[in-house]
């Protein structure tokens, strides 16, 4: 460091660097604004917020360009309404704003960044019966193009669309959820919530998403299954019951057009199976029960 000062001062005096004092907590400083700027920068693109930045960006512009010339009644009015704009930018991203604070409070967030060893067990969500029974019901409903939509619980408490629905709390068989979603049944309309191994509720009634991303041709049951996903950490499986077609909403986002092994390995990903938390430390190397791979 001292080098590079005696570069800057003997081949361009013009140009001065401050004295460098750099402590522990200005490294820590540093990754913590950085992981902020991050996070914040991927909430942006993944929300309408997206929108909003670029037309602040172009206001920010005309606002420039108003200060240059010395329009002294658009710099007024813009000193007289920056406060309302931010309360209003507030009030227009309250679904956003509310579903990052709720990522940040998830669980998961801390273990993800320092992976700490631990002797505890993870038990499976639902079982191998439950996946295959999902798995066969989903690509029987789409042969026959029978709109479907089931709503698997996971870590977030769902009871506020259990309350929309009518309890069945009956265990999840094919035969079962075919029957629900049949045409002109009294509960074919709306959602099925799955808890663990059980189907707790019909006809639930869903918050539809207002993203205006998402395809023109998706209904109302599509939007449906992407807005539960928007709110909480629930996966949803939709069927379509124009084209018969399979898809999976997790965390807002849509996947289309999915076959019945590829839901199947979602699904798997999903059932958070026992797995020995033995495997994930933060070094490298066997511990001393492990046996060696031969």
Not at 34 to 44: A, E, G
Not at 67 to 86: E, H, N, R, S
Not at 93 to 119: C, H, N, W, Y
Not at 146 to 155: K, P, Y
Request: charged share 25%; hydrophobic share 45%.
């Amino acid at each position: 460091m001292e080098a590079i000062k005696n570069f800057f001062t003997y081949y361009l005096p013009w140009m001065t660097l401050p004295s460098l004092s750099i402590r522990a907590t200005d490294v820590v400083e540093i990754i913590l604004l950085s992981f902020l700027v991050y996070k914040v920068m991927l909430w942006i693109r993944e929300t309408r917020a997206w929108t909003l930045l670029k037309g602040i960006l172009l206001l920010g512009v005309f606002v420039a360009v108003a200060y240059i010339l010395q329009m002294d009644t658009i710099k007024f009015l813009v000193t007289k309404g920056t406060d309302l704009a931010l309360m209003a930018a507030v009030i227009i991203f309250q679904p956003e704003l509310r579903r990052a604070m709720e990522q940040l409070g998830e669980k998961k967030v801390l273990s993800s960044i320092v992976p700490f060893d631990t002797s505890k067990n993870v038990s499976e969500r639902m079982s191998d019966r439950t996946v295959n029974e999902l798995v066969k019901a989903s690509i029987e409903m789409g042969k026959a193009k029978t709109g479907a939509l089931i709503v698997l619980e996971q870590n977030e408490n769902l009871a506020e669309y259990e309350r929309t629905g009518i309890p069945i709390d009956a265990q999840i068989t094919s035969q079962l959820l075919i029957n629900i979603f049949e045409h002109n049944t009294p509960l074919h309309d709306g959602a099925v919530l799955v808890r663990e191994n059980r189907i707790v509720s019909a006809t639930c009634y869903l918050p539809l998403s207002d993203n205006m991303v998402l395809s023109k041709e998706l209904g109302t049951r599509h939007r449906a299954g992407v807005g539960v996903s928007e709110a909480t950490d629930s996966l949803t499986i939709i069927i379509s019951e124009e084209t018969g077609q399979i898809s999976y909403a997790y965390k807002g986002e849509l996947t289309r057009g999915v076959s019945g092994e590829e839901l199947k390995k979602r699904l798997v990903v999903f059932q958070n199976k026992t797995v020995d938390a033995k495997k994930f430390r933060l070094w490298k190397g066997r511990a001393k029960y492990e046996e060696k791979d031969i």
